[in-house]
Protein backbone atom coordinates (compact mmCIF):
# COMPACT_ATOMS: atom_id res chain seq x y z
CA UNK A 1 0.00 0.00 0.00
CA UNK A 2 2.95 2.04 -0.01
CA UNK A 3 2.65 3.24 -3.43
CA UNK A 4 -0.43 4.82 -2.55
CA UNK A 5 1.06 6.95 -0.17
CA UNK A 6 3.78 7.99 -2.88
CA UNK A 7 0.77 8.51 -5.66
CA UNK A 8 -1.11 10.53 -2.71
CA UNK A 9 -0.19 13.83 -3.93
CA UNK A 10 -1.75 13.10 -7.17
CA UNK A 11 -4.68 11.18 -5.15
CA UNK A 12 -5.20 14.46 -3.05
CA UNK A 13 -5.32 16.69 -6.59
CA UNK A 14 -8.07 14.79 -8.38
CA UNK A 15 -9.62 13.18 -5.34
CA UNK A 16 -13.41 14.68 -6.80
CA UNK A 17 -12.77 12.77 -9.91
CA UNK A 18 -11.51 9.39 -7.62
CA UNK A 19 -14.19 10.11 -5.24
CA UNK A 20 -16.92 10.04 -8.05
CA UNK A 21 -15.53 6.69 -10.03
CA UNK A 22 -15.26 5.04 -6.25
CA UNK A 23 -18.91 5.62 -5.83
CA UNK A 24 -19.64 4.09 -8.92
CA UNK A 25 -18.08 1.42 -8.55
CA UNK A 26 -20.06 0.66 -5.14
CA UNK A 27 -23.20 1.23 -6.90
CA UNK A 28 -22.06 -0.96 -9.48
CA UNK A 29 -21.07 -4.04 -6.75
CA UNK A 30 -24.18 -3.43 -5.57
CA UNK A 31 -26.24 -3.78 -8.77
CA UNK A 32 -24.09 -7.10 -9.41
CA UNK A 33 -25.62 -8.55 -5.87
CA UNK A 34 -29.15 -8.45 -7.13
CA UNK A 35 -29.61 -11.21 -10.16
CA UNK A 36 -28.29 -13.56 -7.79
CA UNK A 37 -30.28 -12.68 -4.97
CA UNK A 38 -34.18 -13.02 -7.28
CA UNK A 39 -32.18 -16.14 -8.62
CA UNK A 40 -31.95 -18.02 -5.59
CA UNK A 41 -35.68 -16.53 -4.59
CA UNK A 42 -37.07 -17.74 -7.90
CA UNK A 43 -35.38 -21.01 -7.51
CA UNK A 44 -36.88 -21.64 -3.49
CA UNK A 45 -40.34 -20.54 -5.16
CA UNK A 46 -39.95 -22.70 -8.31
CA UNK A 47 -38.96 -25.48 -6.17
CA UNK A 48 -42.47 -25.18 -3.60
CA UNK A 49 -44.31 -24.67 -7.24
CA UNK A 50 -45.50 -21.04 -5.70
CA UNK A 51 -44.42 -18.44 -8.75
CA UNK A 52 -46.70 -16.87 -11.07
CA UNK A 53 -46.14 -15.09 -14.08
CA UNK A 54 -46.70 -11.77 -13.10
CA UNK A 55 -43.92 -12.43 -10.12
CA UNK A 56 -41.87 -13.99 -12.74
CA UNK A 57 -42.16 -10.90 -15.21
CA UNK A 58 -41.58 -8.91 -11.48
CA UNK A 59 -38.15 -10.73 -11.09
CA UNK A 60 -37.30 -10.07 -14.78
CA UNK A 61 -37.93 -6.38 -14.41
CA UNK A 62 -35.55 -6.21 -11.27
CA UNK A 63 -33.02 -8.17 -13.35
CA UNK A 64 -33.06 -5.85 -16.60
CA UNK A 65 -33.25 -2.54 -14.08
CA UNK A 66 -29.89 -3.93 -12.36
CA UNK A 67 -28.31 -4.72 -15.44
CA UNK A 68 -29.22 -0.93 -17.00
CA UNK A 69 -27.36 0.03 -13.46
CA UNK A 70 -24.72 -1.97 -14.03
CA UNK A 71 -23.78 -0.61 -17.72
CA UNK A 72 -24.40 2.75 -16.90
CA UNK A 73 -22.15 3.05 -13.74
CA UNK A 74 -19.53 0.97 -15.18
CA UNK A 75 -19.20 3.33 -18.37
CA UNK A 76 -18.80 5.65 -15.49
CA UNK A 77 -16.30 4.27 -13.22
CA UNK A 78 -14.14 3.39 -16.18
CA UNK A 79 -14.13 7.42 -17.53
CA UNK A 80 -13.38 8.51 -14.14
CA UNK A 81 -10.72 6.32 -12.97
CA UNK A 82 -9.15 5.54 -16.10
CA UNK A 83 -9.03 9.34 -17.32
CA UNK A 84 -7.38 9.98 -13.96
CA UNK A 85 -4.82 7.16 -15.08
CA UNK A 86 -4.15 9.17 -18.14
CA UNK A 87 -3.93 12.34 -16.55
CA UNK A 88 -1.17 11.06 -14.16
CA UNK A 89 0.81 9.41 -17.37
CA UNK A 90 0.87 12.63 -18.65
CA UNK A 91 1.82 14.84 -15.57
CA UNK A 92 4.57 12.23 -15.44
CA UNK A 93 5.81 12.31 -18.50
CA UNK A 94 5.57 16.37 -18.36
CA UNK A 95 7.10 16.42 -15.33
CA UNK A 96 10.27 14.28 -16.55
CA UNK A 97 10.41 16.27 -20.21
CA UNK A 98 10.54 19.17 -18.19
CA UNK A 99 13.38 18.08 -15.68
CA UNK A 100 15.17 16.77 -18.52
CA UNK A 101 15.40 20.21 -20.32
CA UNK A 102 17.14 21.86 -16.96
CA UNK A 103 19.40 19.26 -16.48
CA UNK A 104 23.15 20.18 -17.00
CA UNK A 105 25.33 18.07 -19.19
CA UNK A 106 26.56 15.88 -16.82
CA UNK A 107 23.15 14.53 -16.09
CA UNK A 108 23.35 13.22 -19.52
CA UNK A 109 26.60 11.99 -19.18
CA UNK A 110 25.60 9.85 -16.13
CA UNK A 111 22.03 8.64 -17.44
CA UNK A 112 22.29 7.18 -21.10
CA UNK A 113 19.39 8.29 -23.62
CA UNK A 114 17.71 4.58 -23.71
CA UNK A 115 17.48 4.61 -19.79
CA UNK A 116 15.75 7.78 -19.62
CA UNK A 117 13.45 6.87 -22.61
CA UNK A 118 12.68 3.58 -20.45
CA UNK A 119 11.72 5.65 -17.69
CA UNK A 120 9.91 8.04 -19.44
CA UNK A 121 7.75 5.17 -20.88
CA UNK A 122 7.51 2.14 -19.56
CA UNK A 123 8.03 3.11 -15.92
CA UNK A 124 5.86 6.01 -16.18
CA UNK A 125 3.21 3.25 -18.19
CA UNK A 126 3.43 1.01 -14.87
CA UNK A 127 2.96 3.55 -12.52
CA UNK A 128 -0.11 4.93 -13.90
CA UNK A 129 -1.20 1.37 -14.01
CA UNK A 130 -1.28 2.21 -10.09
CA UNK A 131 -3.70 4.95 -10.74
CA UNK A 132 -6.02 2.99 -13.04
CA UNK A 133 -6.06 -0.53 -12.37
CA UNK A 134 -4.83 -0.57 -9.29
CA UNK A 135 -7.41 1.70 -7.75
CA UNK A 136 -10.40 -0.30 -9.42
CA UNK A 137 -9.18 -3.49 -8.29
CA UNK A 138 -8.51 -2.40 -4.70
CA UNK A 139 -11.98 -0.80 -4.48
CA UNK A 140 -13.56 -3.76 -6.74
CA UNK A 141 -11.91 -6.55 -4.12
CA UNK A 142 -13.13 -4.67 -1.07
CA UNK A 143 -16.53 -3.42 -2.70
CA UNK A 144 -17.46 -6.77 -4.53
CA UNK A 145 -15.78 -8.64 -2.00
CA UNK A 146 -17.23 -7.00 1.37
CA UNK A 147 -20.49 -6.79 -0.12
CA UNK A 148 -20.71 -10.15 -1.29
CA UNK A 149 -19.40 -11.55 2.31
CA UNK A 150 -22.14 -9.31 3.58
CA UNK A 151 -24.83 -10.52 1.53
CA UNK A 152 -23.30 -14.16 2.31
CA UNK A 153 -23.64 -13.29 6.11
CA UNK A 154 -26.97 -11.68 6.69
CA UNK A 155 -28.96 -13.57 3.39
CA UNK A 156 -27.35 -17.31 4.17
CA UNK A 157 -25.75 -17.99 7.17
CA UNK A 158 -23.12 -16.40 8.99
CA UNK A 159 -21.25 -20.11 9.87
CA UNK A 160 -20.97 -20.89 6.33
CA UNK A 161 -19.74 -17.95 5.31
CA UNK A 162 -17.01 -17.99 8.14
CA UNK A 163 -16.07 -21.82 7.13
CA UNK A 164 -15.98 -20.61 3.51
CA UNK A 165 -13.54 -17.68 3.97
CA UNK A 166 -11.23 -19.63 6.18
CA UNK A 167 -8.63 -20.05 3.48
CA UNK A 168 -8.69 -16.81 2.56
CA UNK A 169 -6.10 -15.13 5.16
CA UNK A 170 -3.22 -17.57 3.89
CA UNK A 171 -4.05 -16.32 0.12
CA UNK A 172 -3.05 -12.39 1.65
CA UNK A 173 0.10 -13.67 3.78
CA UNK A 174 1.42 -15.42 0.53
CA UNK A 175 0.84 -12.92 -2.22
CA UNK A 176 2.36 -10.35 0.15
CA UNK A 177 5.52 -12.35 0.29
CA UNK A 178 5.34 -13.11 -3.60
CA UNK A 179 4.79 -9.14 -3.87
CA UNK A 180 7.72 -8.59 -1.86
CA UNK A 181 10.51 -10.47 -4.29
CA UNK A 182 7.64 -9.59 -7.35
CA UNK A 183 9.31 -5.88 -6.72
CA UNK A 184 12.76 -6.76 -6.26
CA UNK A 185 12.91 -8.83 -9.72
CA UNK A 186 10.94 -6.39 -11.31
CA UNK A 187 13.57 -3.29 -10.39
CA UNK A 188 16.57 -5.92 -11.93
CA UNK A 189 13.73 -6.25 -15.12
CA UNK A 190 13.46 -2.92 -15.35
CA UNK A 191 17.12 -1.66 -15.60
CA UNK A 192 17.66 -4.85 -17.94
CA UNK A 193 14.95 -2.77 -20.09
CA UNK A 194 17.09 0.27 -19.63
CA UNK A 195 20.12 -1.66 -20.63
CA UNK A 196 18.51 -3.12 -23.76
CA UNK A 197 17.11 0.51 -25.16
CA UNK A 198 20.51 1.86 -24.56
CA UNK A 199 21.80 -0.48 -26.95
CA UNK A 200 19.25 -0.54 -29.63
CA UNK A 201 19.31 3.60 -29.31
CA UNK A 202 22.75 3.33 -30.00
CA UNK A 203 23.40 1.38 -32.71
CA UNK A 204 20.34 2.46 -34.74
CA UNK A 205 22.58 5.77 -34.05
CA UNK A 206 25.65 4.49 -35.33
CA UNK A 207 23.72 2.34 -38.07
CA UNK A 208 26.04 3.61 -40.48
CA UNK A 209 29.79 3.31 -38.66
CA UNK A 210 28.47 -0.24 -38.08
CA UNK A 211 27.89 -1.30 -41.30
CA UNK A 212 30.63 0.90 -42.62
CA UNK A 213 33.01 -1.53 -40.47
CA UNK A 214 31.62 -4.27 -41.00
CA UNK A 215 30.33 -4.83 -37.51
CA UNK A 216 26.63 -5.55 -38.80
CA UNK A 217 27.21 -9.28 -37.21
CA UNK A 218 29.05 -8.67 -34.29
CA UNK A 219 26.05 -5.87 -33.24
CA UNK A 220 23.61 -8.49 -34.10
CA UNK A 221 25.49 -11.13 -31.88
CA UNK A 222 25.84 -8.65 -28.87
CA UNK A 223 22.24 -7.22 -29.62
CA UNK A 224 21.25 -11.00 -29.15
CA UNK A 225 23.27 -11.61 -25.99
CA UNK A 226 21.85 -8.53 -24.28
CA UNK A 227 18.36 -10.12 -25.18
CA UNK A 228 18.84 -13.00 -23.92
CA UNK A 229 20.53 -11.30 -20.46
CA UNK A 230 17.40 -9.89 -20.75
CA UNK A 231 14.56 -12.77 -21.58
CA UNK A 232 16.60 -14.34 -18.53
CA UNK A 233 16.18 -11.65 -16.01
CA UNK A 234 12.46 -11.03 -17.14
CA UNK A 235 11.67 -14.72 -16.56
CA UNK A 236 12.39 -14.48 -12.92
CA UNK A 237 9.39 -11.65 -12.90
CA UNK A 238 7.24 -14.34 -14.76
CA UNK A 239 8.19 -17.06 -12.38
CA UNK A 240 6.46 -14.96 -9.76
CA UNK A 241 3.99 -13.88 -11.27
CA UNK A 242 2.69 -17.33 -12.17
CA UNK A 243 3.10 -18.19 -9.00
CA UNK A 244 0.14 -16.04 -8.25
CA UNK A 245 -3.30 -17.45 -10.01
CA UNK A 246 -2.37 -21.01 -9.14
CA UNK A 247 -2.67 -19.86 -5.75
CA UNK A 248 -5.91 -18.62 -6.17
CA UNK A 249 -7.77 -21.13 -7.93
CA UNK A 250 -6.46 -23.61 -4.90
CA UNK A 251 -7.85 -21.28 -2.22
CA UNK A 252 -11.25 -21.07 -4.44
CA UNK A 253 -11.37 -24.53 -4.92
CA UNK A 254 -10.86 -25.51 -1.17
CA UNK A 255 -13.54 -22.63 -0.55
CA UNK A 256 -16.28 -24.25 -3.13
CA UNK A 257 -15.28 -28.03 -1.69
CA UNK A 258 -15.70 -26.28 2.33
CA UNK A 259 -19.36 -24.91 0.44
CA UNK A 260 -20.41 -28.29 -0.28
CA UNK A 261 -19.68 -30.29 2.09
CA UNK A 262 -20.96 -28.01 4.83
CA UNK A 263 -23.44 -26.30 3.20
CA UNK A 264 -24.53 -29.24 2.04
CA UNK A 265 -25.06 -30.99 5.67
CA UNK A 266 -26.96 -27.41 6.53
CA UNK A 267 -29.48 -28.15 3.97
CA UNK A 268 -30.05 -31.51 5.20
CA UNK A 269 -30.24 -30.55 8.84
CA UNK A 270 -32.61 -27.54 6.96
CA UNK A 271 -30.56 -24.54 8.67
CA UNK A 272 -30.86 -23.13 5.52
CA UNK A 273 -32.80 -23.69 2.08
CA UNK A 274 -31.70 -25.32 -1.25
CA UNK A 275 -32.14 -22.06 -2.74
CA UNK A 276 -29.95 -20.40 -0.03
CA UNK A 277 -27.52 -22.62 -1.00
CA UNK A 278 -27.49 -21.65 -4.91
CA UNK A 279 -27.35 -18.13 -4.03
CA UNK A 280 -24.23 -18.50 -1.61
CA UNK A 281 -22.59 -20.61 -4.44
CA UNK A 282 -23.22 -17.88 -6.86
CA UNK A 283 -22.02 -15.32 -4.08
CA UNK A 284 -18.59 -17.84 -4.38
CA UNK A 285 -18.83 -17.04 -7.77
CA UNK A 286 -18.94 -13.31 -7.30
CA UNK A 287 -16.09 -13.82 -4.62
CA UNK A 288 -13.91 -15.31 -7.24
CA UNK A 289 -12.78 -11.84 -8.99
CA UNK A 290 -11.93 -9.89 -5.89
CA UNK A 291 -9.56 -13.07 -4.44
CA UNK A 292 -8.18 -12.83 -8.23
CA UNK A 293 -7.74 -8.89 -7.21
CA UNK A 294 -5.51 -9.20 -4.51
CA UNK A 295 -3.04 -10.97 -6.46
CA UNK A 296 -3.07 -8.55 -9.28
CA UNK A 297 -3.45 -5.90 -6.53
CA UNK A 298 0.25 -6.45 -5.24
CA UNK A 299 1.37 -7.74 -8.85
CA UNK A 300 0.38 -3.62 -9.62
CA UNK A 301 1.60 -2.28 -6.71
CA UNK A 302 4.84 -3.40 -6.52
CA UNK A 303 5.20 -2.95 -10.02
CA UNK A 304 4.43 0.53 -9.88
CA UNK A 305 6.17 1.00 -6.68
CA UNK A 306 9.50 -0.27 -8.27
CA UNK A 307 8.94 2.02 -11.66
CA UNK A 308 8.10 5.40 -9.27
CA UNK A 309 11.07 4.66 -7.44
CA UNK A 310 13.07 5.01 -10.84
CA UNK A 311 11.37 7.75 -12.11
CA UNK A 312 11.64 9.85 -8.64
CA UNK A 313 15.49 9.05 -8.13
CA UNK A 314 15.35 10.99 -11.83
CA UNK A 315 13.35 14.03 -10.50
CA UNK A 316 15.18 13.94 -7.77
CA UNK A 317 19.13 15.01 -9.49
CA UNK A 318 19.71 18.56 -9.28
CA UNK A 319 21.23 20.44 -12.41
CA UNK A 320 24.43 21.95 -11.43
CA UNK A 321 23.33 25.20 -13.36
CA UNK A 322 21.17 27.08 -10.62
CA UNK A 323 18.88 29.43 -12.50
CA UNK A 324 17.95 32.61 -10.84
CA UNK A 325 14.86 32.97 -12.79
CA UNK A 326 11.56 34.29 -10.89
CA UNK A 327 10.06 33.95 -14.67
CA UNK A 328 9.32 37.63 -14.42
CA UNK A 329 12.13 38.80 -16.26
CA UNK A 330 11.73 36.51 -19.55
CA UNK A 331 11.08 40.28 -21.85
CA UNK A 332 14.46 42.13 -20.23
CA UNK A 333 17.53 42.03 -22.76
CA UNK A 334 20.82 42.81 -22.39
CA UNK A 335 23.23 44.40 -24.75
CA UNK A 336 27.14 45.02 -24.15
CA UNK A 337 30.60 43.81 -23.08
CA UNK A 338 31.60 40.75 -22.70
CA UNK A 339 34.35 39.68 -20.52
CA UNK A 340 35.75 36.34 -19.84
CA UNK A 341 38.19 35.73 -16.94
CA UNK A 342 38.61 32.30 -16.20
CA UNK A 343 41.50 31.41 -13.42
CA UNK A 344 40.86 27.75 -13.68
CA UNK A 345 38.09 25.23 -14.49
CA UNK A 346 37.81 21.84 -14.26
CA UNK A 347 35.28 19.19 -15.54
CA UNK A 348 33.02 17.94 -12.35
CA UNK A 349 33.84 13.97 -12.95
CA UNK A 350 37.90 15.09 -13.01
CA UNK A 351 37.81 18.02 -10.77
CA UNK A 352 42.04 17.58 -10.24
CA UNK A 353 42.30 17.94 -13.96
CA UNK A 354 42.42 21.87 -14.82
CA UNK A 355 40.77 22.01 -18.41
CA UNK A 356 41.02 25.72 -18.25
CA UNK A 357 43.64 28.01 -16.88
CA UNK A 358 44.02 31.82 -17.21
CA UNK A 359 41.42 32.86 -20.22
CA UNK A 360 41.11 36.59 -20.22
CA UNK A 361 39.27 37.98 -23.33
CA UNK A 362 37.21 41.51 -23.22
CA UNK A 363 34.66 42.26 -26.40
CA UNK A 364 33.05 44.92 -27.07
CA UNK A 365 29.37 44.94 -29.36
CA UNK A 366 30.74 44.39 -32.88
CA UNK A 367 34.04 42.30 -32.07
CA UNK A 368 35.02 38.95 -32.78
CA UNK A 369 37.54 36.62 -30.85
CA UNK A 370 38.44 33.51 -33.05
CA UNK A 371 40.03 30.59 -30.74
CA UNK A 372 42.44 28.21 -32.37
CA UNK A 373 44.69 25.77 -31.15
CA UNK A 374 45.39 21.67 -31.08
CA UNK A 375 42.35 19.00 -30.33
CA UNK A 376 41.49 19.00 -26.87
CA UNK A 377 43.41 22.55 -26.84
CA UNK A 378 40.02 23.74 -24.76
CA UNK A 379 38.24 25.58 -27.38
CA UNK A 380 35.16 24.46 -26.62
CA UNK A 381 35.47 24.39 -23.51
CA UNK A 382 35.50 27.78 -23.42
CA UNK A 383 32.31 27.87 -25.16
CA UNK A 384 30.90 25.98 -22.75
CA UNK A 385 31.34 27.95 -20.26
CA UNK A 386 29.79 31.00 -22.34
CA UNK A 387 27.06 29.10 -22.93
CA UNK A 388 26.32 28.30 -18.99
CA UNK A 389 26.88 24.71 -19.36
CA UNK A 390 29.05 24.30 -16.15
CA UNK A 391 29.12 26.73 -13.49
CA UNK A 392 31.87 25.88 -11.46
CA UNK A 393 34.85 27.64 -12.27
CA UNK A 394 37.37 30.42 -10.61
CA UNK A 395 36.83 33.75 -12.49
CA UNK A 396 34.19 35.07 -13.89
CA UNK A 397 32.39 35.91 -17.08
CA UNK A 398 30.57 38.85 -17.79
CA UNK A 399 27.79 40.37 -20.18
CA UNK A 400 26.22 43.67 -20.29
CA UNK A 401 28.00 44.50 -16.52
CA UNK A 402 26.30 41.51 -14.87
CA UNK A 403 27.74 37.85 -13.78
CA UNK A 404 26.24 35.52 -16.18
CA UNK A 405 25.63 32.95 -13.36
CA UNK A 406 23.59 35.83 -11.74
CA UNK A 407 21.44 36.47 -15.07
CA UNK A 408 18.05 34.26 -15.76
CA UNK A 409 19.27 31.52 -17.71
CA UNK A 410 16.27 32.12 -20.38
CA UNK A 411 17.49 36.37 -20.22
CA UNK A 412 21.08 35.45 -21.13
CA UNK A 413 20.59 32.27 -23.52
CA UNK A 414 18.17 34.19 -25.52
CA UNK A 415 21.22 36.40 -26.15
CA UNK A 416 23.30 33.54 -27.72
CA UNK A 417 23.28 31.69 -31.07
CA UNK A 418 24.77 28.97 -31.53
CA UNK A 419 26.43 26.71 -34.42
CA UNK A 420 27.62 23.42 -32.79
CA UNK A 421 30.40 21.22 -34.06
CA UNK A 422 27.57 18.45 -34.30
CA UNK A 423 24.81 20.08 -36.16
CA UNK A 424 21.38 19.02 -35.13
CA UNK A 425 18.50 19.06 -37.59
CA UNK A 426 15.17 18.26 -36.72
CA UNK A 427 12.83 16.33 -38.47
CA UNK A 428 10.80 19.09 -40.12
CA UNK A 429 10.83 21.37 -42.84
CA UNK A 430 13.87 23.28 -44.00
CA UNK A 431 12.04 26.71 -43.33
CA UNK A 432 10.85 25.35 -40.29
CA UNK A 433 14.64 24.28 -39.19
CA UNK A 434 15.93 27.83 -40.34
CA UNK A 435 13.35 29.24 -38.28
CA UNK A 436 13.25 27.25 -35.56
CA UNK A 437 14.45 29.66 -32.86
CA UNK A 438 12.13 32.76 -34.63
CA UNK A 439 9.02 30.44 -35.84
CA UNK A 440 7.17 33.73 -36.91
CA UNK A 441 9.69 35.09 -39.26
CA UNK A 442 8.73 35.93 -42.50
CA UNK A 443 9.76 34.29 -46.05
CA UNK A 444 12.11 36.85 -46.56
CA UNK A 445 13.70 36.79 -43.28
CA UNK A 446 13.82 33.05 -43.94
CA UNK A 447 15.47 33.48 -47.27
CA UNK A 448 17.83 36.19 -46.47
CA UNK A 449 19.48 34.39 -43.57
CA UNK A 450 19.72 31.56 -45.77
CA UNK A 451 21.37 33.39 -48.46
CA UNK A 452 23.66 35.04 -46.08
CA UNK A 453 24.93 31.55 -44.94
CA UNK A 454 24.85 30.40 -48.76
CA UNK A 455 22.25 28.06 -48.59
CA UNK A 456 19.65 29.64 -50.69
CA UNK A 457 20.62 28.12 -54.17
CA UNK A 458 21.24 24.41 -52.48
CA UNK A 459 17.18 24.77 -50.82
CA UNK A 460 15.80 25.74 -54.71
CA UNK A 461 16.77 22.70 -56.23
CA UNK A 462 15.11 20.55 -53.32
CA UNK A 463 11.98 18.92 -54.60
CA UNK A 464 9.98 21.06 -52.21
CA UNK A 465 12.10 24.26 -51.60
CA UNK A 466 11.98 25.78 -48.52
CA UNK A 467 9.01 23.32 -47.74
CA UNK A 468 11.41 19.95 -47.98
CA UNK A 469 11.02 17.78 -45.05
CA UNK A 470 14.50 17.06 -43.46
CA UNK A 471 15.97 13.97 -41.75
CA UNK A 472 13.85 10.29 -41.53
CA UNK A 473 10.99 11.22 -43.84
CA UNK A 474 12.65 13.78 -46.11
CA UNK A 475 16.00 14.73 -47.81
CA UNK A 476 19.43 13.57 -46.94
CA UNK A 477 21.97 17.34 -46.83
CA UNK A 478 25.29 16.57 -47.13
CA UNK A 479 27.55 17.96 -44.04
CA UNK A 480 28.34 21.24 -45.67
CA UNK A 481 24.60 21.77 -46.10
CA UNK A 482 23.64 20.86 -42.49
CA UNK A 483 26.05 23.45 -41.34
CA UNK A 484 25.24 26.19 -43.33
CA UNK A 485 21.82 25.04 -42.32
CA UNK A 486 22.67 25.72 -38.88
CA UNK A 487 24.19 28.84 -39.64
CA UNK A 488 20.90 30.19 -41.62
CA UNK A 489 19.05 29.62 -37.92
CA UNK A 490 21.81 31.38 -35.75
CA UNK A 491 21.71 34.02 -38.18
CA UNK A 492 17.98 34.79 -38.23
CA UNK A 493 18.43 34.66 -34.53
CA UNK A 494 20.45 37.56 -34.55
CA UNK A 495 21.63 37.57 -31.07
CA UNK A 496 23.95 39.74 -29.51
CA UNK A 497 26.41 36.64 -28.91
CA UNK A 498 26.73 34.75 -32.04
CA UNK A 499 28.99 31.33 -31.48
CA UNK A 500 30.54 29.46 -34.50
CA UNK A 501 32.27 25.80 -32.78
CA UNK A 502 33.83 24.66 -35.69
CA UNK A 503 30.67 25.43 -38.06
CA UNK A 504 32.76 26.14 -40.85
CA UNK A 505 35.00 22.56 -41.38
CA UNK A 506 32.57 21.19 -43.95
CA UNK A 507 32.26 24.00 -46.73
CA UNK A 508 34.95 25.29 -49.30
CA UNK A 509 37.14 27.98 -49.35
CA UNK A 510 35.11 30.21 -51.83
CA UNK A 511 31.60 29.22 -49.59
CA UNK A 512 33.66 30.21 -46.54
CA UNK A 513 34.99 33.54 -47.84
CA UNK A 514 31.37 34.16 -49.00
CA UNK A 515 29.41 33.32 -45.35
CA UNK A 516 32.79 35.11 -43.76
CA UNK A 517 31.77 38.66 -45.26
CA UNK A 518 28.19 38.10 -44.87
CA UNK A 519 28.85 37.42 -41.28
CA UNK A 520 31.23 40.79 -40.70
CA UNK A 521 28.42 42.81 -42.64
CA UNK A 522 25.33 41.14 -40.64
CA UNK A 523 27.23 41.31 -37.23
CA UNK A 524 28.88 45.25 -36.51
CA UNK A 525 26.81 45.48 -33.85
CA UNK A 526 27.03 42.02 -32.37
CA UNK A 527 30.13 39.62 -30.42
CA UNK A 528 31.15 36.77 -32.66
CA UNK A 529 33.04 33.79 -31.16
CA UNK A 530 34.54 31.38 -33.74
CA UNK A 531 36.80 28.32 -32.90
CA UNK A 532 38.21 27.03 -36.18
CA UNK A 533 40.67 24.20 -37.16
CA UNK A 534 40.88 26.32 -40.70
CA UNK A 535 43.01 29.82 -39.94
CA UNK A 536 41.10 31.05 -42.61
CA UNK A 537 37.80 30.67 -40.85
CA UNK A 538 39.15 33.33 -37.99
CA UNK A 539 41.81 35.73 -39.55
CA UNK A 540 39.77 38.63 -39.65
CA UNK A 541 39.02 38.32 -35.83
CA UNK A 542 39.58 41.77 -33.83
CA UNK A 543 41.46 39.09 -31.16
CA UNK A 544 43.02 35.37 -31.84
CA UNK A 545 43.56 33.38 -29.34
CA UNK A 546 46.21 30.57 -29.88
CA UNK A 547 45.11 27.80 -27.19
CA UNK A 548 47.71 25.05 -25.85
CA UNK A 549 46.64 22.49 -22.78
CA UNK A 550 43.91 25.21 -21.71
CA UNK A 551 46.30 28.23 -21.64
CA UNK A 552 46.21 31.12 -23.77
CA UNK A 553 49.86 30.32 -25.74
CA UNK A 554 49.40 33.62 -28.12
CA UNK A 555 47.05 35.98 -28.32
CA UNK A 556 46.31 39.05 -31.13
CA UNK A 557 45.58 40.05 -34.46
CA UNK A 558 46.00 37.96 -37.65
CA UNK A 559 49.24 39.75 -38.69
CA UNK A 560 50.36 40.36 -34.96
CA UNK A 561 50.49 35.93 -34.73
CA UNK A 562 51.91 36.12 -37.98
CA UNK A 563 54.60 38.56 -37.02
CA UNK A 564 55.31 36.35 -33.48
CA UNK A 565 56.16 33.31 -35.71
CA UNK A 566 54.49 30.94 -33.13
CA UNK A 567 52.16 28.26 -33.85
CA UNK A 568 50.11 29.87 -35.45
CA UNK A 569 52.71 31.24 -38.17
CA UNK A 570 53.92 27.92 -38.77
CA UNK A 571 50.08 26.14 -38.95
CA UNK A 572 49.14 29.48 -41.62
CA UNK A 573 51.66 28.65 -43.66
CA UNK A 574 51.42 25.32 -43.56
CA UNK A 575 47.53 25.50 -44.42
CA UNK A 576 48.38 27.68 -46.90
CA UNK A 577 50.58 25.92 -48.80
CA UNK A 578 48.03 22.69 -48.54
CA UNK A 579 45.59 25.31 -49.98
CA UNK A 580 47.76 25.65 -53.04
CA UNK A 581 48.78 21.94 -53.50
CA UNK A 582 44.60 21.74 -53.37
CA UNK A 583 44.18 24.35 -56.03
CA UNK A 584 47.07 23.09 -58.53
CA UNK A 585 45.94 19.52 -58.42
CA UNK A 586 42.25 20.98 -59.12
N1 LIG B 1 32.80 16.40 -20.49
C1 LIG B 1 34.10 16.31 -20.27
N2 LIG B 1 34.57 15.73 -19.16
C2 LIG B 1 35.90 15.63 -18.93
N3 LIG B 1 36.84 16.11 -19.76
C3 LIG B 1 36.43 16.69 -20.90
C4 LIG B 1 35.06 16.83 -21.22
N4 LIG B 1 34.96 17.45 -22.41
C5 LIG B 1 36.23 17.71 -22.81
N5 LIG B 1 37.11 17.26 -21.91
C6 LIG B 1 38.59 17.38 -21.98
O1 LIG B 1 38.90 18.76 -21.94
C7 LIG B 1 39.99 19.06 -22.81
C8 LIG B 1 39.59 20.19 -23.76
O2 LIG B 1 38.59 19.73 -24.62
P1 LIG B 1 37.85 20.67 -25.67
O3 LIG B 1 36.69 19.90 -26.22
O4 LIG B 1 37.58 21.98 -25.04
O5 LIG B 1 38.97 20.83 -26.78
P2 LIG B 1 38.87 21.52 -28.20
O6 LIG B 1 40.02 22.43 -28.30
O7 LIG B 1 37.54 22.10 -28.43
O8 LIG B 1 39.09 20.25 -29.15
P3 LIG B 1 38.53 20.03 -30.64
O9 LIG B 1 39.33 20.89 -31.52
O10 LIG B 1 38.80 18.57 -30.87
O11 LIG B 1 37.09 20.36 -30.63
C9 LIG B 1 40.33 17.77 -23.51
O12 LIG B 1 41.46 17.23 -22.87
C10 LIG B 1 39.13 16.89 -23.30
O13 LIG B 1 39.52 15.54 -23.22
Redesign the pocket.
Known amino acids: MGTFSKLSWFFKEHRKRYLLGIIALVITAAANLVPPRVLGIMADQLDTGKIGWGQFFTYLIAIIIAAAFLYFFRFYWRKEIYGGAAILEKELRGKLYWHFLQMD??FF?RYRTGDLMARATNDVQAVQNVAGDGILTLVDAIVTGGSTLIAMIFLVDWRLTLAAMLPLPLLTIIAQYLGRRLHDAYLDSQAAFSRLNNKTQESLSGIKVLKTFGQSEQDAEAFNQMTYETIGINKKVFRIDSLYDPLITLVIGVTYVITIIYGGSLVTSRAISLGQLITFVAYIGTMVWPMFAIGYLFNILERGSASYDRIDNLLKEKSLIVDSSDGKESERRLEGQLRYHITSFA????PD?A??KNVDFDLKPGQTVG?V????????????LLMREFDNYKGRITFAGHDIRQVPLDVYLKEISYVP?NNFLFSMSVRDNIAFAKPDASKEEVEAAAKKAALHDDILAFPKGYQTMIGENGVSLSGGQKQRMSIARALLNNSEILIL??ALSAVDAKTEKAILANLRKEREQKITVI?A?RLSSVMDADLILV?KD?RVAEAGTHDQLLGLGGWYKRMWDRQELAKKVGESDE
Open positions: RTQYPDEQVLLGRVGSGKTTIIQQDDAHMG
